[in-house]
T-cell receptor
Framework: DAGVIQSPRHEVTEMGQEVTLRCKPISGHNSLFWYRQTMMRGLELLIYFNNNVPIDDSGMPEDRFSAKMPNASFSTLKIQPSEPRDSAVYFC????????????FGEGSWLTVV | DQQVKQNSPSLSVQEGRISILNCDYTNSMFDYFLWYKKYPAEGPTFLISISSIKDKNEDGRFTVFLNKSAKHLSLHIVPSQPGDSAVYFCAASRTGANNLFFGTGTRLTVIP
């Protein structure tokens, strides 16, 4: 069974450019999470969806960040315009609703903004 | 504000010895705790968990201890093996919630 699939694995972009990260959750999972890993804050929750509906986006750092989940099998995290301080590893995770012990992570998207 | 804290960014132990990773939390509503393990270039993977109705949970070489009064939990690895070298994240949640709060991680290095 395929796990959480993220793309791209690595992205290097110039400051000011738009970045789109993509995620395909595990089939049957109805909650999806976007996390960002930084040295200072560890794994930081940006936003999560239940049944494709955004529930809590309080972790989204700025209006430059947006996330969508148009259907149960796809989500995007967009940064526009990107800045060097956005450089981090972005993880997508999915789970069954309210079963946090079923949270599985993708392998992450390494973003570098120069 | 960081509700889950791992104050040791790194830890080195000799192979065969015990590794103890610590975690503190501030939110008294948390009642379910997990440890995740992360290798380089991979996503975190679930390792072990504990509910607040218990104070200990054991799975092979891994044991998690919970001290609710101190809002502290620890992960013990005995004996430590070189393959245990990774970053370990502590996470917490509460009943009915649908998300996890993570600490900043502790990088464990097991020296052969």
């Amino acid at each position: 069974d395929a796990g959480v699939i993220q793309s791209p694995r690595h992205e290097v972009t110039e400051m000011g450019q738009e970045v789109t990260l993509r995620c395909k959750p595990i089939s049957g999972h109805n909650s999806l999470f976007w996390y960002r890993q930084t040295m200072m804050r560890g794994l930081e929750l940006l936003i999560y969806f239940n049944n494709n509906v955004p529930i809590d986006d309080s972790g989204m750092p700025e209006d430059r960040f947006s996330a969508k989940m148009p259907n149960a099998s796809f989500s995007t995290l967009k940064i526009q315009p990107s800045e060097p301080r956005d450089s981090a590893v972005y993880f997508c995770a999915s789970s069954l609703y309210r079963e946090v012990n079923t949270i599985y992570f993708g392998e992450g998207s390494w973003l570098t903004v120069v | 504000d960081q509700q889950v804290k791992q104050n040791s960014p790194s830890l080195s132990v000799q192979e065969g010895r015990i590794s103890i990773l610590n975690c503190d939390y501030t939110n008294s509503m948390f009642d379910y705790f997990l440890w995740y393990k992360k290798y380089p270039a991979e996503g975190p993977t679930f390792l072990i968990s504990i509910s607040s109705i218990k104070d200990k949970n054991e799975d092979g070489r891994f044991t998690v201890f919970l001290n609710k009064s101190a809002k502290h939990l620890s992960l013990h690895i005995v004996p430590s093996q070189p393959g245990d070298s990774a970053v370990y994240f502590c996470a917490a949640s509460r009943t009915g919630a649908n998300n996890l709060f993570f600490g900043t991680g502790t990088r464990l290095t097991v020296i052969p």
